[in-house]
């Protein structure tokens, strides 16, 4: 068994985010209340989170690095607020208190 890989605690889990974009169509806001919740009393708790409104745009998470390139694209339109918190904390650093 030397050989093999732990999946309990899987690479995946442990990659970490400098920072994210949500992006929204600020038109189709209406369907996700969920994300509005978040965007409206969440969002301030992760500076490093940016909202951007593009038309036509689902509602998605783009991941970024310490450069802030993209890394990773997540749709996110049948998150719960809760699902949305849970992974941010997670996956996003938490920006340096200054």
């Not at 890989?5 to 209340?33: H, N, Q, W």
């Amino acid at each position: 068994m030397k050989c093999c890989a732990d999946d309990s605690e899987d690479s995946m889990s442990k990659i970490t985010y400098s920072g994210a974009i949500l992006e929204v169509c600020m038109r189709k806001l209406v369907f996700y209340p969920e994300i509005v919740g978040f965007i409206e009393e969440e969002k301030e708790k992760f500076p490093s989170v940016k909202v951007q409104y593009i038309f036509n745009s689902p509602p998605k998470l783009i991941m970024l690095d310490e450069d802030g390139e993209q890394k990773e694209t997540i749709r996110i339109d049948n998150w719960k607020r809760e699902h949305l918190l849970q992974y941010m904390r997670e996956k996003v650093k938490p920006t340096s208190a200054s």
